[in-house]
């Protein structure tokens, strides 16, 4: 079972910026994808960015789009998001997790999850 160890939480003023980083203890299954959830509270877990491994191709949730970055090392088992520009509503517990890209992400793999806070 592959171990996936998030860091990078913290608090920032809105319009601040913050980097989540996510490693995995090894590469979870071939033509895997990494990529990260949230859930602010009271609500519902919902899709971020996620990156594939095989490609380096991208996606990322309309809500983020143009604020965020995600990424990979070399050894494609480091993901970071880069965000920018935050808001208030970026607020929440952030989960890496590593799964498959097709037309969507499908996670099965899961992180502990690191917290976000963004202030108005």
């Known amino acids: 079972q592959v171990k996936l160890v998030e860091s990078g939480g913290g608090l920032v003023q809105a319009g601040g910026s913050l980097r989540l980083s996510c490693t995995a203890s090894?590469?979870?299954?071939?033509?895997?994808?990494m990529g990260w959830f949230r859930q602010a509270p009271g609500k519902e877990r919902e899709f971020v960015a996620a990156?594939?491994?095989?490609?380096?191709?991208?996606m990322y949730a309309d809500s983020v789009k143009a604020r965020f970055d995600i990424s990979t090392d070399n050894a494609q088992l480091t993901v970071t998001l880069q965000m920018n520009s935050l808001k208030t509503e970026d607020t929440g517990d952030y989960y890496c997790?590593?799964?498959?890209?097709?037309?969507?992400?499908?996670?099965?793999?899961w992180g502990q999850g690191t917290q976000v806070t963004v202030s108005s």
């Open positions: 997790a590593a799964g498959w890209m097709g037309r969507a992400f499908q996670p099965v793999a």
């Open positions: 090894r590469r979870p299954f071939e033509g895997y994808s």
């Open positions: 990156i594939r491994s095989s490609d380096s191709k991208t």
